[in-house]
């Protein structure tokens, strides 16, 4: 759409499509135009983390929705547009968009998850899903998250009936039971939703989950690595040049002499060069994903238990290559789907137990910390070895276990007579066939694993030296000779700002959280970070320490304002919950105690208005 004001003369709009041509502007594209852009607001809109308004700096962010009576015209445009959605696209987790997961739903979710209008909603989706018993699955995640749970599940029950294969309502379901513990419930029906959309990376991770979540290593691990990978296409943001240097005025509200330190910039040669390089602080999409799930895996069972258990389900290199050696008579091999091993076929031997039932990891305590440190030879080698991976996701597979047999794969006069029972001769070989071939991607996914958890442990090891390293205290005197109390010297461990964001990212990458919040404010401590602010922020709201949150929260606005961002619906689904839980009176109370300058303490108490003007739960008093 492109409007011309001509001054003298007047105004003109009209619109431009793909091909250049110029054409009449109609009112149904300029409903369209209205409603992709309150998405692209909230799709564009900072987390609070400051990453997104780095990117791209001088651009005005602000609510587009504020008042009731725009969202009932915001509704109105998504319910006559609502079958249209699917040509917007969608997240890059979704590897087809279709009606219920697209960017049109994505955003509705999230206006609704922010601003707490929940019953706007259900109204919404009741009236769509008369239409297309499919919208169910987004009514029943609002009821969900307005907690009226019998509702949702009785609006489950009456789809499933209707659609029993729809991958979307059985992967709703099964995300309801995760929530709830029952994960022997959850388990079947996440294997019939990777049945139902076995090409959705969404069916394969949430069937990964609830693998880790009953400690099937083993499958969790298959699962993982049957993963359909997509490559993350980022958001069509305009791609600006790095200024030589950013003179932007400051608004008077925003005067924080806190927050102004943080206006030096990034630094890149105050970052040791090994920090530089860790590559999993750049995964996105499919990937960040599947390696949020591994780094889960190694936090609850430890590296070196992981490598047996890899090892165990994974052929590995060197067991490759003495296979191959071997001579082939007698062999009988199929290719298979590694997709339906987890689904299906038990595999032998695994969760790092023997033969006779005994735990493989009696002699370690399961720490990865520890497990680096002892063994990081062994999990050098194995990590720089890997396993063997192809790219078509073949593999290799027992007679017994193949899922199309191949005829006449061998001689008939090469085939066993009699029992069909392995020769114990070849238990080795027999236990080779029950494995499978790992992808190239997750076997980068050890290896960068690997690396995360070497600098963590060096990161710890270095604080507990520097901690424990305690020089014998000096005996000093004073100007008239007198004897002075002994002091003590304690060997200091510093690092730039820069680099403690880093190791908190790390730490919070590799979910050991205390250790991240420490790092976090080590970096606060010497510069402000809206990073690591958001993240300290994160943790405390999980241990409920309202008046730090807010104390972080009034200094996470007054940055977002200082960058003309208006607006985080993050940071206002933040105020919204506090105010359901202590009420506006309390958090109002809480934030003018502050003693920071009236004018940054007015840009919190919008938040609060805003969720006023929203009737949310607690605002009233």
């Not at 109609?26 to 135009?33: G, I, K, M, V």
């Not at 809109?45 to 915001?74: L, M, N, Q, W």
Request: hydrophobic fraction near 35%; aromatic fraction near 8%; glycine fraction near 6%.
């Amino acid at each position: 759409m492109r409007v011309e004001v001509k001054i003298p003369g007047g105004v003109e709009s009209y619109c431009i499509d793909e091909k250049g041509d110029k054409r009449v502007d109609a009112d149904s594209l300029w409903l369209e135009t209205f409603l992709c852009g309150v998405l692209r607001a909230y799709s564009y809109a900072d987390d609070g983390s400051g990453d997104t308004i780095k990117k791209i700096i001088a651009v005005r962010r602000y609510d587009p929705i504020t008042s009731t009576e725009i969202e009932h015209k915001f509704l109105d445009a998504a319910e006559r547009l609502f079958f249209k959605g699917w040509q917007l696209g969608s997240d890059p987790e979704i590897q087809v968009p279709n009606l219920v997961s697209n960017h049109l739903t994505t955003g509705l979710l999230n206006y609704i998850d922010t601003t707490g209008r929940y019953a706007s909603g259900q109204n919404l989706f009741e009236k769509l899903r008369t239409r297309d018993p499919e919208i169910s699955s987004l009514l029943a995640r609002v009821l969900i998250a307005g907690d009226e749970e019998v509702r949702a599940v009785n609006v489950l029950k009456e789809a499933i009936e209707e659609l029993p294969m729809d991958y979307s309502l059985l992967d709703c379901q099964a995300t309801f039971l995760q929530s709830k513990g029952n994960l022997e419930w959850a388990l079947p029906l996440a294997q019939r939703a990777v049945v139902a959309a076995p090409s959705e990376f969404v069916t394969w991770l949430k069937l990964a989950e609830i693998y880790v979540g009953l400690e099937n290593w083993d499958l969790a691990l298959l699962t993982l690595n049957s993963c359909p990978m997509f490559t993350y296409q980022d958001k069509d943001a305009p791609r600006m040049p790095e200024p030589a240097r950013v003179v932007l005025p400051v608004l008077a509200d925003t005067m924080l002499d806190e927050i102004d330190e943080s206006m030096t910039g990034y630094d890149a040669e105050m970052v040791h060069p090994n920090l530089r390089k860790l590559s999993a602080a750049g995964y996105k999409g499919t990937f960040l994903k599947a390696y949020s799930l591994l780094t889960d895996v190694t936090a609850k069972i430890g590296w070196d238990q992981l490598l047996r258990i890899r090892s165990q389900v994974f052929v590995m290199e060197e067991e490759y290559r003495s296979e191959r050696s071997q001579p082939s008579t007698g062999r009988v091999t199929a290719r298979t789907n590694p997709s339906t091993t987890a689904l299906r076929v038990p595999t032998p031997d695994v969760n790092g137990r023997g033969p006779n039932g005994e735990s493989a990891n009696e002699d370690g305590d399961g720490d990865d910390v520890s497990s680096v440190t002892d063994g990081s030879k062994a999990g050098e080698d194995s990590a720089r070895n890997g396993s063997v991976f192809v790219d078509d996701g073949s593999t290799l597979a027992p007679e017994g276990n193949s899922i199309e047999r191949p005829e006449h794969t061998v001689a008939s006069e090469e085939v066993k007579s009699g029992s069909e029972d392995p020769d114990p001769t070849h238990s080795n070989y027999t236990h080779f066939q029950h494995k499978r071939l790992c992808e190239r991607w997750l076997d980068n996914l050890f290896m960068v694993l690997y690396e995360d958890l070497r600098i963590y442990t060096i990161w710890r090891t270095d604080m507990a030296r520097a901690k424990a390293s305690t020089n014998p205290p000096l005996h000093t005197t004073g100007p008239d000779g007198s004897p002075q109390p002994p002091q003590t010297q304690n060997t200091m461990y510093s690092k730039s700002p820069e680099e403690w964001e880093i190791l908190g990212d790390l730490a919070e990458r590799l979910h050991h959280f205390p250790e991240a919040i420490e790092a976090y404010q080590n970096c606060l401590k010497s510069r402000f970070s809206p990073k690591a602010m958001r993240a300290v922020v994160k943790m405390l709201e999980q241990e409920r320490k309202t008046e730090s949150v807010l104390q972080g929260m009034i200094r996470l606005i007054a940055w977002q304002y200082r960058w003309y961002s208006e607006f985080s619906p993050q940071l206002l689904k933040v105020v919204r919950k506090l105010i359901e839980e202590e009420g506006a009176v309390k958090v109002r109370s809480i934030v003018q105690a502050t003693s920071l300058p009236q004018s940054v303490l007015d840009l919190t108490h919008r938040y609060v208005e805003l969720c006023a003007h929203f009737r949310s739960n607690g605002s009233d008093g």
